[in-house]
């Protein structure tokens, strides 16, 4: 699609309003100008008839001596015969009774009568105005239209050309006044970093914001990726480091045959830790990609106390190899979920809550309804807990409140990322709630089903 240029669509558009108005006036005016020539017509017609009349004095060749300045006089008798012509009309129309004019018929019935009709004589549309006289004779006095508007034909020029002028200065004003109007808006890409303290017009604040927040989540995305790509560099680089170590050893004969078992336990650690890490860089991009129109998960009715029970009984073993008590309780709630990303979210608050604790602790699992109604599921434990500055923070990827704890236990650091956005996905709030050496609570409260 051909893009258009919206300075010349504005212009076009003014010149258009201004040719418009144009045509209208002229409009206006002719017919303003036609009613007053009209009007003017019938007035002078009247005023001729009234000096003739007044000089006749009741002989029809007396009226030879008048001077009629270009208007037609013709008396007519009560029989409808032309007793004076003052013009040369042919002898048909002198000869014709008169009797069945219009004009004729009204002067005989109420002393005047008027009458506009093209004339067989002149091939023009006449003005015709009739008066009855004293003696019972009717004065008829008539214009052709050429005549009455000699003046407008004078003038026509004159309007034709100032109505070019018109045209032309309102296409230059159009110009001018749609490159001022279309200037600042130009002026506002000159700096985007400040575009919402430039806006020339109200109508472009909702475009301003609009294109600051997306420049500012452009900038910020950029800087998650790049924040990313250090961490997952930094993430593999370490276990990459120690696997190419204990294998270069190996692989030179440096490794005493009895050592050889115990850095090929290293190395396999250190691989399962990278996959561990791959697997969750992987979940997260499909979490990223999810809950878009192109591709959202299912969702169908999920019951929040068997996600929590499957869990407890997956991650039984490592709680006890943790020294931990696991424990599930509560009521059957159902929410419109991904049961496999329930199932993510609901392992990896438990997990958490079991690395982050201490033998003899314990982790539980809650299922149930707030006041409202909104059915939650909750992951308590009476662990390290976490310092009040960092529990903002602890839902960033990559983010550990104790590293070397974090490693030690084989975190990776997105356990919390994944679950922030499996609960985006289901639209779904987080509630942590923690203090160090007590414990930590993370609530999930979804949207009840209606």
């Given at each position: 699609?051909?893009?258009?240029?919206?300075?010349?669509?504005?212009?076009?558009?003014?010149?258009?309003?201004?040719?418009?108005?144009?045509?209208?006036?002229?409009?206006?005016?002719?017919?303003?100008?036609?009613?007053?020539?009209?009007?003017?017509?019938?007035?002078?017609l009247?005023?001729?008839?009234?000096?003739?009349?007044?000089?006749?004095?009741y002989?029809?060749?007396?009226?030879?001596?008048?001077?009629?300045?270009?208007?037609?006089?013709?008396?007519?008798?009560?029989?409808?015969?032309?007793?004076?012509?003052?013009?040369?009309?042919?002898?048909?129309?002198?000869?014709?009774?008169?009797?069945?004019?219009?004009?004729v018929?009204?002067?005989?019935?109420?002393?005047?009568?008027?009458?506009?009709?093209?004339?067989?004589?002149?091939?023009?549309?006449?003005?015709?105005?009739?008066v009855?006289?004293?003696?019972?004779?009717?004065?008829?006095?008539?214009?052709?239209?050429?005549?009455?508007?000699?003046?407008?034909?004078?003038?026509?020029p004159?309007?034709?050309?100032?109505?070019?002028?018109?045209?032309?200065?309102?296409?230059?004003?159009?110009?001018?006044l749609?490159?001022?109007?279309?200037?600042?808006?130009?002026?506002?890409?000159?700096?985007?970093?400040?575009?919402?303290?430039?806006?020339?017009?109200?109508?472009?604040?909702?475009?301003?914001?609009?294109?600051?927040?997306d420049?500012?989540?452009?900038?910020?995305?950029?800087?998650?990726?790049?924040?990313?790509?250090?961490?997952?560099?930094?993430?593999?680089?370490?276990?990459?480091?120690?696997?190419?170590?204990?294998?270069?050893?190996?692989?030179?004969?440096?490794?005493?045959?009895?050592?050889?078992?115990?850095?090929?336990?290293?190395?396999?650690?250190?691989?399962?830790?990278?996959?561990?890490?791959?697997?969750?860089?992987?979940?997260l991009?499909?979490?990223?990609?999810?809950?878009?129109?192109?591709?959202?998960?299912?969702?169908?009715?999920?019951?929040?106390?068997?996600?929590?029970?499957?869990?407890?009984?997956?991650?039984?073993v490592?709680?006890?190899?943790?020294?931990?008590?696991?424990?599930?309780?509560?009521?059957?709630?159902?929410?419109?979920?991904?049961?496999?990303?329930?199932?993510?979210?609901?392992?990896?608050?438990?997990?958490?809550?079991?690395?982050?604790?201490?033998?003899?602790?314990?982790?539980?699992?809650?299922?149930?309804?707030?006041?409202?109604?909104?059915?939650y599921?909750?992951?308590q434990?009476?662990?390290i807990?976490?310092?009040?500055?960092?529990?903002?923070?602890?839902?960033?990827?990559?983010y550990?409140?104790?590293?070397?704890?974090?490693?030690?236990?084989?975190?990776?650091?997105?356990?919390?990322?994944?679950?922030?956005?499996?609960?985006?996905?289901?639209?779904?709030?987080?509630?942590?709630?923690?203090?160090v050496?007590?414990?930590?609570?993370?609530?999930?409260?979804?949207?009840?089903?209606?």
């Amino acid at each position: 699609m051909k893009t258009r240029s919206m300075e010349e669509t504005i212009c076009r558009r003014l010149y258009l309003m201004g040719l418009l108005s144009l045509v209208l006036a002229v409009a206006m005016c002719v017919f303003v100008f036609h009613r007053a020539f009209t009007m003017q017509a019938w007035r002078a017609l009247e005023n001729e008839s009234s000096i003739v009349a007044a000089q006749y004095s009741y002989d029809p060749k007396g009226l030879n001596a008048l001077d009629l300045n270009n208007v037609r006089v013709t008396l007519i008798s009560p029989a409808g015969e032309v007793l004076y012509e003052s013009t040369e009309a042919d002898e048909q129309e002198q000869m014709e009774n008169h009797l069945s004019r219009p004009e004729v018929q009204q002067a005989f019935a109420g002393g005047s009568g008027q009458d506009i009709r093209d004339s067989a004589t002149t091939g023009y549309e006449t003005y015709y105005y009739a008066v009855l006289l004293p003696d019972g004779n009717v004065l008829r006095t008539s214009q052709d239209a050429e005549t009455i508007w000699s003046l407008y034909n004078a003038a026509l020029p004159a309007i034709l050309v100032s109505c070019f002028v018109i045209m032309g200065i309102a296409a230059l004003l159009a110009g001018f006044l749609t490159r001022r109007l279309v200037q600042p808006m130009l002026r506002m890409a000159e700096d985007l970093d400040h575009i919402q303290e430039n806006v020339p017009y109200r109508e472009l604040v909702p475009f301003a914001d609009a294109i600051y927040s997306d420049r500012s989540m452009r900038e910020s995305n950029e800087k998650m990726r790049q924040e990313f790509t250090a961490n997952v560099s930094h993430e593999l680089k370490t276990p990459l480091t120690s696997i190419s170590g204990y294998a270069e050893m190996i692989e030179t004969g440096l490794a005493r045959p009895e050592d050889v078992a115990s850095f090929g336990q290293k190395i396999h650690s250190e691989a399962s830790r990278m996959l561990r890490l791959v697997n969750d860089i992987i979940q997260l991009s499909h979490l990223d990609a999810s809950g878009s129109t192109h591709d959202s998960p299912s969702m169908e009715p999920v019951d929040l106390s068997v996600i929590a029970k499957e869990c407890a009984e997956r991650l039984m073993v490592n709680a006890r190899r943790s020294y931990v008590t696991l424990s599930c309780r509560g009521e059957s709630v159902q929410v419109m979920g991904s049961p496999s990303l329930l199932e993510e979210l609901c392992q990896n608050l438990c997990d958490n809550a079991i690395r982050y604790n201490r033998p003899g602790g314990r982790v539980l699992l809650e299922t149930g309804c707030t006041k409202e109604g909104h059915p939650y599921l909750s992951v308590q434990d009476n662990g390290i807990g976490i310092p009040k500055e960092a529990q903002s923070s602890v839902f960033e990827r990559f983010y550990r409140v104790d590293k070397s704890r974090s490693k030690a236990t084989g975190g990776t650091g997105l356990g919390l990322a994944i679950v922030k956005q499996i609960a985006r996905i289901h639209k779904a709030r987080i509630r942590l709630e923690s203090e160090v050496n007590a414990g930590t609570t993370v609530t999930i409260t979804f949207e009840a089903i209606h």
